[in-house]
């Protein structure tokens, strides 16, 4: 993550079943919507058990592979079957829920941040 500060905000969608309807959902949410997470700095990482798989929308890139159970633990609750935790640039949590979020709160909740204010009144 520290590879992240100051460039990138992160969603975190984490599942214990990829099949489960609030993990298909929230991706549904975000399909098609490629310019404007660009435009929000964003990547998004795709979790489940100890295997994630990310795409960073500036760079238009895919990655995937392993999370450690102890990054793991630090970062989510461990009862939770679906969680989405959103990070700023700071690197702070901003967002951390057990539901869905629709893309246009989270959109919401993105542009009302310090930086991307400043950044939209260039």
């Known amino acids: 993550m520290k590879d992240h500060l100051w460039k990138n905000r992160i969603l ?3 599942t214990d079943n990829i099949k489960a309807k ?3 959902t929230q991706f549904k949410e975000l399909l098609n919507l490629d310019d404007q997470l660009k435009e929000r700095k964003l990547i998004v990482y795709a979790i489940h058990g100890t295997h994630f798989s990310a795409v960073d929308y500036v760079t238009n890139t895919k990655e ?4 450690s159970g ?3 633990g630090q970062l989510f609750q461990i009862d939770a ?3 989405l ?3 700023g640039l700071d690197g702070r949590i901003k967002l951390q829920q057990n539901e869905v979020i629709s893309a246009k ?3 919401a909740i993105i542009d009302a941040m310090p930086m991307r204010k400043y950044k939209q009144q260039d």
């Open 85 to 87: 935790i959103l990070i």
């Open 64 to 67: 995937s592979g392993s999370i």
């Open 81 to 83: 079957h679906f969680e």
């Open 70 to 72: 102890e990054a793991k």
């Open 22 to 24: 609030k993990y298909t």
């Open 105 to 107: 709160n989270l959109f």
């Open 12 to 14: 975190l969608i984490k």
